[in-house]
């Protein structure tokens, strides 16, 4: 049995090596340095008169609008937004992430103050003018969607002459805040997205000119998408200070008649990376998350998942629920696999007494091996089989619980609060004493009694130190992933206490 599970193990880390080679946002081939050059040569930048620096300079005031389910604070300063709060449950999350340079959601021309035109509701406009005469208002609106809105950007030429200027038409970023139990993490979680041809890219710090259907910024539970009505000139992605916060700059060459005006039109995303709700607006916002190599199940599970919800009213049960129905339904196959432990573990005296017989007659040794798993009907494969099958609907569901933002300060019972965080019942100084990975590896300590067949001191030792390595391994998981795995690991071993009473 022991050779079953290494092998299972083996081919389970080559499924998700293969998945996370083919199957992972691609990265999307920058521009060259020429299109690069030639983009700033034939059109010039926009210069400012020394008169008016202290206008420039000018500190930014605060704007505060209150929407329902965010409440946003915007600075004069460029037009952009400060602050973009969420409402979650009992917390309130900044999406604006906090960094020293001066860097702000939506802003344009950065260097420039605005002024409040009109605050009403749920429309907010700003109007600036530049040095070469160009005036600039903004147009935010906000409609009944909690999370999404438009942004309309006005550009009119005042002079009585043609002009050309390029400029920073639009910023996104730096980085996308979270709540503080995942502030930790959450510069390793920040990417900066593209999508086209419906494909997710993941873009590296450099400049793209493409036609993209939306761009954005995301972490693991969060995402701030733009979606253009129109082609842009060129995409800048940037990075902020050594840990390479990712902050996008959409670069616009623009000519504009004398007395004439151009407008542009985007919409908006910023908030949860919920599946069902990204889902409705229809640009691929949903790709973002990761549902991994098996997405079908994984969206069959998630979709599962919320449908019991509905019914229990607790995610934790649902969870329970749901892994008890697949190891049910797997059942026929776990029967299969302990079967052929048994098997094995009944034949392995008469295996030691081959190899001891036939010692120095390797050849022999296997001949008689094979006529032995013939008359003892034993194969040593046969319960590594029905294990491999199981490993897609195992991980589906294991990506589905990784990812879920359902899961997010979702309680269970007692001391488990927060389903998306590990479960914590106290701490020993700073180590966190975390229940649910403790009582899985008594479990699997449990199963690895049950189920291993090997005699060898050393292979036995290798065997129990497995249970020991997944309780480290998911220590610090969400506490919604290490329910599911302890779930599946206690109904797995009634159902062998159940075969091995059968058997008798």
Known sequence: MEKNVVLAVILSLLVIFIWSVLFTPRFSPPLRER???????????????????????KKGEEITVNLGKKNLTFTTHGAAVKHWIVNEKNIQIDLVLETTENNLFFATLPELNYELLEKEGGKVT????????????????????PYSGYLDIELSNLRDEEKQIAFTF???????????KGKKENIRHLRALGY??????????????????WFGIDNHYFLAAIIPDAKIDSLTVGKINQQ?????????????????????????????KKYTDLKKYKFGLEETIGFGLFAPLSKGALYALNWFYKIIRNYGW??????????????????????????MKKV????????????????????????????????????CLPMILQIPVFWALFVTLQNAYELRGAGFILWIKDLSHPDTLFRIGNTPVNILPLLMGLLMLFQQKLTTVATDPTQKQMMY????????????????????????????????????????
């Open 35 to 57: 299109e690069i050059v030639s983009q700033a040569e034939r059109v010039g930048t926009v210069s400012f008169p020394s008169e008016l620096k202290p206008k420039i300079e």
């Open 126 to 145: 700003f109007q600036t003018v530049t040095p070469e005469g160009i005036s600039v208002k903004k147009i935010y609106q906000f409609v009944d969607d």
């Open 170 to 180: 639009l910023t996104l970023g730096p980085g996308l805040g979270t709540d503080e």
């Open 196 to 213: 086209r041809n419906k494909l997710l890219e993941k873009l590296k710090f450099n400049s793209y000119a493409d036609d993209w259907s």
């Open 244 to 272: 390479k916060i990712p902050l996008l700059k959409v670069e616009k060459n623009l000519t504009v008649p004398a007395k004439s005006k151009v407008n542009f039109c985007f919409r908006f995303y910023l908030g949860p």
């Open 318 to 343: 649902a969870i329970v629920i749901l892994t008890i129905l697949l190891q049910i339904l797997l059942f026929p196959l776990t029967k299969k696999s302990f079967q052929a432990s048994l098997a």
């Open 348 to 383: 392995q005296p008469l295996i030691n007494e081959l190899k001891l017989k036939y010692k120095n007659d390797p050849k022999r040794f296997q001949a008689e091996l094979f006529h032995l798993y013939r008359a003892q009907k034993a194969n040593p494969f046969g319960g």
């Open 465 to 504: 130190l497995m249970p020991i390595m997944f309780t480290f391994l998911f220590w610090n998981f969400p506490s919604g992933l290490v329910l599911y795995w302890f779930t599946s690991s206690l109904f797995s071993s009634l159902g062998q206490l159940y075969l091995l009473k059968a058997s008798k």
